[in-house]
């Protein structure tokens, strides 16, 4: 019996102009840090095409690709996206690495400061860039400090830095082991890394890097590498993210509940609502705080709806 035909078809590697013309670039990103493109798989062509595998060979479209790539986005299909992928060389301070490397969702190889020098650079904080600590919650930052203050900590991060390098490179020059001479630089360190991740989980992590409530650094290197790349790289999924992830509001069943009544103008049902449930405690200056409420009432404010209760 002879054996079946074997249909085999030559594929092109996917080239996109935009990101050709950044490859091996270094994109600027705070003082001395940077994200450059090393190689990249895919196209917006690519998720469509995974997502009509199944329809196999000559099956007529059923949709255009902006309307499939959305559905894909609106309806949580992530497996297509997954078909993309982009890998990374970083330049970032220390303490930003630490939140970037708990997306535990790509691939990574850093630069070792036990095999290496440790890279001669940290990243600096100008007069007018030191932050207060947000009272809204424990880990982030709100407004700035004034500048006189600003340009008294600027000093004083030089100096710390500058010893901190000299130390560093005195245990060198004494012959110390690399790993254990590294153990006083401050976190404001550069580190650098390639980083490969796929279209999905690097949507997730600008999803979460981009929020206004992420760290102020951490969001520039995000930023740059939503804008900058992944525009280019995929438009229609970058659109779609934007849409569905980035600018969309999120309700949740709470929510929906005092959204509905408050549109009705059953404004004493919604507040008898969030008692109800803990989330409005009143006290003998207004108030009590609780995050739930809060960011409800942030999304009542983007809706255009009147909160009762804060008036």
Not at 157 to 181: C, G, N, P
Not at 213 to 237: L, M, N, S
Not at 266 to 273: F, G, H, K, T
């Amino acid at each position: 019996m002879s054996e079946p035909a074997v249909v085999t078809e030559t594929l092109a590697r996917v080239s996109v102009a935009g990101l050709d013309e950044i490859l091996g670039v270094r994109l600027p990103v705070l003082d001395d840090g940077f994200v450059r493109l090393v190689d990249y798989m895919g196209s917006d062509e690519s998720i469509v095409q995974a997502a009509r595998v199944s329809y196999g060979s000559g099956t007529k479209r059923v949709s255009e690709d902006r309307a499939l790539i959305r559905y894909l986005m609106r309806h949580h299909h992530s497996t297509p996206f997954e078909m993309c992928e982009i890998k990374l060389h970083v330049r970032v301070p220390m303490d930003c690495w630490r939140q970037w490397i708990r997306h535990r969702t790509a691939s990574v190889n850093e630069y070792s400061t036990r095999y290496s020098l440790a890279i001669d650079n940290a990243q600096t904080t100008g007069a007018s860039e030191w932050r207060r600590q947000t009272i809204a919650n424990r880990q982030g930052s709100d407004e700035l400090l004034d500048a006189e203050i600003g340009s008294y900590l600027s000093q004083r991060e030089h100096q710390l830095t500058v010893l901190a390098r000299e130390v560093y490179e005195e245990r060198i020059a004494a012959d110390v082991a690399r790993e254990q001479a590294r153990k006083d630089l401050p976190l404001s360190t550069y580190t650098e890394a390639y980083w490969k991740i796929d279209l999905h989980n690097l949507f997730h992590f600008l999803r979460l890097r981009m929020d206004s409530h992420a760290q102020d650094e951490i969001r520039q290197f995000a930023t740059t590498i939503g804008h900058k790349i992944v525009a280019k790289w995929c438009p229609i999924a970058w659109d779609a993210f934007i849409d569905y992830h980035v600018e969309s509001l999120e309700l949740s069943k709470i929510e929906r509940r005092v959204v509905s009544l408050l549109s009705d103008g059953n404004s004493d049902a919604a507040i008898a609502e969030l008692e109800s449930l803990g989330l409005l405690s009143r006290t003998a200056t207004g108030f009590s705080r609780n995050r739930e409420r809060i960011e409800l009432e942030a999304k009542l404010r983007k809706l255009s709806i009147a909160i009762p209760w804060a008036e």
